[in-house]
């Protein structure tokens, strides 16, 4: 049994180095997108191999990767990922230290940026209804669903129930494509002439890769003086959406969804074909 778990070890670390190096080779990437700047980061590019890395993708393709990346290297790299952030953690902790003094001056910012969050309600909530969800689609669009309202929903609804199939279906959805999603809307963002550290603050969504996908990428393209404020921003950002987000969600986001619910579902909802 020891022997095959440190086989797995080796394995994984193999295959993450052999991405690391292939990312690091690729390197930096800008391109111009309109009035803005993408840029890709080498981060995103190891996340697409990753992915691209499973048994069921290039595994059925190469015989032989398969045998490398197999079902326990996935099982093992998953319940690490938790673990390899704790590093990434405290650097951005050294950043909110010495930034503590730009932290506080942002005021109140910080702690209402949460209330952005519902925003998820009033646009994902209409698109699930006209796609055909029912319950399903309160626990998808109640948040960015991340592991609170994953507890939540889970707690009060059920994990088996219609909307604790929407909220894991978000969060896998996020799990999957979110360090993707956000480190291309990182570099967007710039162009929207919205203020750097206000985008900053956005970055902060309750998820450390999405947060680092993100932050990164903006304060990339972001002027090289508000590199450093950037990153702490959506440290300090992060954390506070994971002390906050939990409150948001009980008392104001599944209130507000399963009241919009009520007025929307009969108006646009598509009605099931009765047997």
């Known amino acids: ?13 193999l295959v993450v180095l052999i991405i690391v190096i292939i990312s690091e080779l ?6 111009a997108v309109g009035p803005g700047t993408v840029t890709l980061l080498p981060m995103l590019f190891a996340v697409i191999l990753g992915i691209l890395c499973a048994p069921s993708l290039l595994g059925k393709i190469i015989k032989p990767m398969k045998k490398i990346v197999n079902e326990d ?9 938790v673990i390899a952030l704790l590093p990434l953690g405290v650097k951005y ?8 003094v730009k932290i506080i001056q942002a005021g109140p ?45 889970s707690e009060k609804y059920g994990i088996n129930s219609p909307e604790g199939t929407g909220v894991l279906g978000t969060y896998m959805m996020g799990t999957v494509f979110g360090t993707i999603f956000f480190g291309l809307l990182g570099s967007l963002s710039v162009g929207t002439g919205l203020h750097p550290y206000a985008l900053a603050m956005a970055s902060g969504m309750g998820s450390a ?12 393209a972001a002027p090289a003086e508000m590199s450093d404020t950037i990153l702490a921003y959506a440290a300090t950002s992060n954390m506070l959406t994971g002390v906050t987000g939990l409150y948001v969600v009980i008392f104001i986001s599944l209130p507000l969804i399963n009241k919009l ?15």
């Open 1 to 13: 049994m020891e022997k095959t778990k440190v086989k797995t070890l080796l394995e994984a670390c």
């Open 73 to 81: 290297v996935i099982e093992f790299s998953g319940s690490v990922v």
């Open 109 to 153: 910012a910080l702690l209402l940026q949460e209330l952005g969050n519902i925003g998820t309600i009033f646009i994902g909530l209409p698109i699930a209804l006209l796609l055909g969800m029912k319950r399903e689609a309160v626990g998808a669009a109640v948040s960015i669903c991340r592991e609170p309202t994953l507890g939540v929903v």
């Open 261 to 275: 619910y009520d007025v929307l579902e009969p108006r646009i909802g598509k009605k099931k074909e009765e047997s």
């Open 26 to 31: 690729i390197g930096i990437i800008k391109f």
């Open 93 to 100: 902790g050294t950043l909110v230290g010495p930034n503590i």
């Open 209 to 220: 890769s999405m947060m680092t996908a993100a932050s990164s990428s903006l304060a990339a």
